[in-house]
């Protein structure tokens, strides 16, 4: 049997603001295979966190260059109408499954007449 991780997060653009997250200023790629390795993890879905504007880039390197090993669940911005022309080609970027969100802030709850959130 399989096992994949359903959420992680690779950065390199310093630690996390949540306390709840791993401090460390990055965690890439190869040490997330290391920790699976030990884990006895086969393969991880890469959630691009917030606080590093290039996790997603990074991401899409991990999953280029581990693709039996790492998925991504990406995210566009809801906020802009122009977002919507990225929808079309998502899923043939490298590794992308589809999208994901946390809409806990309430903020983050309103959509607009255009179709746009936040």
């Known amino acids: 049997m399989k096992i994949i ?3 992680i997060h690779l950065w390199t653009g ?10 460390v200023a ?5 040490e997330c ?3 699976m390795a ?3 993890v086969d393969a991880a879905v890469i959630h ?3 606080w590093d504007p290039n996790s997603g880039a990074l991401a899409e390197a991990a999953a280029r260059k581990y693709p039996n ?11 802009k109408p122009e977002s919507r022309s990225l929808i079309d080609g998502w899923k043939a970027r490298p590794g992308m499954l589809g999208l994901r969100y946390s809409l806990l802030q309430p903020h983050k709850r309103n959509r607009a007449s255009d179709g746009t959130m936040g």
Do not use: Y
């Open 69 to 79: 090993r790492f998925a991504i669940l990406g995210q566009i911005p809801l906020d």
């Open 33 to 35: 295979l290391e920790e």
């Open 14 to 23: 310093g630690k996390p603001g949540n306390e709840l997250h791993r401090q």
């Open 48 to 50: 691009p966190p917030g």
């Open 26 to 30: 990055e965690f890439t790629a190869e």
């Open 38 to 40: 030990e884990a006895g």
């Open 5 to 7: 991780d359903a959420q």
